[in-house]
């Protein structure tokens, strides 16, 4: 009985070192492929990192250039439209500068043309006051054996000073006699008779030239 016990033992004791060497066996088996998936891991984790690093340069390089072309394009533009709005303003500066110059001209023919109208009607008026006044001296003469050549002598000692009166009472005055219709301290038919011959100019004239004495 003790003999098979022993054997027993010992055999069992044989099993179990034959399953700690195949143990031991699978284990370092286990832990080889273990270390040969991680270095496959680790070498495909790095090809990955590598391509997706080269990807992402290309596509910043991509990008970049992109917005190189943007700038670039967007800059052209940018002077095209300068270009264009400086070509707009010199047109419009051009255009501006001639109406202004048109105006010049129209404003200076237009004083021009006032002036010479000023200096014409001055001229005529002068020729007419130059004209009035020798047509109502040479009126007066006949006037001035009783008033006076100053106008101040009082005619046959009755009348008024005739001198400084204004023309348009004497204008009335002169027509009244002429007419017939006055007569002041009795010289009614003796003014009728002087003024007789004066036309309606004359009469003015001549109110005229004795108002200024």
């Not at 340069?57 to 250039?65: D, G, L, M, N, Q």
């Not at 002169?174 to 017939?180: D, I, P, R, S, V």
């Amino acid at each position: 009985m003790k003999k098979i016990t022993l054997l027993s033992l010992a055999v069992a004791a044989l099993l179990f070192t034959a399953c700690e060497e195949k143990t031991k066996k699978a284990a370092a088996e286990a832990t080889a492929a273990v270390n040969v998936a991680a270095e496959k891991a680790a070498e495909e984790t790095k090809e990955k990192t590598a391509h997706a690093v080269e990807t992402a340069k290309e596509k910043v390089s991509e990008a970049t250039e992109t917005v190189k072309k943007q700038a670039s394009e967007a800059t052209e533009t940018v002077k095209q439209q300068a270009s264009e709005a400086t070509e707009t303003v010199k047109k419009q500066a051009s255009a501006a500068t001639e109406a202004v110059k048109e105006a010049a001209e129209e404003a200076s023919k237009a004083v021009q043309e006032t002036t010479a109208k000023a200096v014409k009607a001055t001229k005529e008026a002068v020729a007419t006051v130059t004209g009035d006044t020798a047509a109502g001296e040479a009126a007066y003469a006949k006037c001035a054996g009783c008033h006076g050549k100053d106008g101040k002598t009082k005619a046959l000692g009755k009348s008024e000073e005739i001198a400084g009166q204004s023309a348009a009472d004497l204008e009335t005055k002169l027509a009244e006699y002429k007419a017939g219709t006055r007569n002041v301290a009795g010289m009614g038919s003796l003014m009728k008779g002087q003024v007789a011959s004066l036309s309606e100019d004359d009469i003015k004239a001549v109110s005229a030239y004795i108002s200024g004495l």
